[in-house]
């Protein structure tokens, strides 16, 4: 008998959006660098200080659709509804930021911050990629993408990461002048965080089954090795 613990995908789905800011902005907090896929709407957001760090995860997750679309030339009602979780998961980045400001920021506490951080974001993923529904852009591009040019996730999550350093690094010095948003930290996550989010997948799928409540049937798993 399956001893395993069912777990709603829906329910997973809204865990996510919490668990992904919370690492980003934990990361942030650290001062070490910020994951390498939010690196990217922050230098925006420190160039064009009107639109909030949320708000330019909007423009970004789009691209990131619209390049899904044009890899895989389809278009399906998931990449809108991806779309709206993205906005809701910008929401959230926003409202972290009210209260994490509040935390101190000695040395060894910034260090417990992006441990959590990272630890935090792998885990989000790992919930992302198993519930099987329409998931934040940013977390179902490197999950669709490996599908469509079939190869490992944690290897295509590891080069998206690392496209995602580089990319901020070049807008950081044509807008600002100096780097912004980049640490040893960014480089640390864009090397381990898929390896991270394969262990926490192994760990989940021996103890969790995901199950759509709406329509009582399983979700399909999406292989991470």
Known sequence: MDKRVKAPAELLLICVIFINSLGVQFMTKSGFGISA????PY????????????????????????????????????????????????????????WLCYLPALFYLK????????????FGI?????????I???DMFPRDF????????????TAFDLFCLISTVLLSLCFIGKIEGIGIGT???ALFTGK??????????????????????????????
């Open 37 to 40: 896929i939010s690196s990217v």
């Open 43 to 98: 230098v925006f957001s420190r160039v064009f200080t009107s639109v909030s760090f949320g708000g330019w995860n909007y423009v970004f997750q789009s691209m990131l659709v619209l390049t899904l679309v044009i890899a895989s030339r389809k278009f399906t009602p998931s990449y809108i509804v991806s779309f709206l979780v993205g906005i809701g998961f910008g929401k959230m980045v926003d409202v972290h930021s009210l």
């Open 111 to 122: 260090v417990i911050y992006f441990i959590l951080g990272m630890l935090i974001l792998s």
């Open 126 to 134: 790992c919930i992302a990629n198993s519930c099987g529904l329409p």
């Open 136 to 138: 934040i852009p940013t």
């Open 146 to 157: 490996s599908k469509i040019i079939d190869k490992k996730y944690k290897c295509v999550k």
């Open 187 to 189: 480089v640390i996550c």
């Open 196 to 225: 991270i989010v394969s262990a926490f997948q192994a760990k989940f799928e021996k103890r969790f089954i995901v199950y759509r409540a709406i329509t009582t049937k399983r979700t399909t798993k999406h292989a991470v090795c």
